[in-house]
């Protein structure tokens, strides 16, 4: 039986505790641009694919259907997102505003600012050995999958 790390020691609460770190510092700056990470998740949910249901939406973000709907109404509040009613019967399509668009263009921004700061104090070196051990952590049927579709 092998023996329990010590927590100061412990791969995954490094991970959990550096993960917390960029966490934070990613809310605190989107919050400047009037966004949360859900309402950037979203943008970036719809951008690619604007007929995704609120289900759909939801099942992305780990949240519930109502969760979403209000998250979805949050960025129409903000000028972000805008419903496309395409006829009786059909779902609404959602759409990113030029506002929107430019939100999630400044989010993409903040994240890169982010990515070289955490790579500038981790080591550049390291970027693709990181990568890869996420990618491998995180992949469908891996032991941690980011989400299961």
Not at 35 to 51: E, K, N, T, V
Not at 121 to 131: C, E, N, R, V, Y
Request: with cysteine; hydrophobic share 40%.
């Amino acid at each position: 039986m092998s023996k329990a790390p010590e927590s100061a020691l412990s791969t995954v609460m490094m991970v959990i505790a550096t993960g917390r770190r960029l966490q934070e510092r990613l809310e605190t700056r989107l919050t400047g641009i009037g966004l949360s990470m859900r309402l950037f998740g979203a943008l970036g949910h719809i951008s690619r694919d604007p007929d995704l249901s609120y289900s759909d939406l939801a099942r992305r973000a780990g949240v519930t259907s109502q969760s979403m709907r209000a998250t979805v109404l949050m960025l129409e509040e903000l000028g972000a997102v805008e419903r496309n009613l395409r006829g009786q019967g059909h779902r609404a399509r959602l759409e990113l505003t030029d506002k929107g668009r430019a939100l999630l263009t400044q989010a993409r921004g903040i994240l890169s600012e982010l990515d070289e700061e955490f790579l500038k104090a981790a080591g550049q070196d390291q970027k693709a050995a990181l990568d890869t051990a996420c990618e491998r952590a995180l992949a469908p049927g891996g032991p941690f999958p980011f989400r299961s579709e």
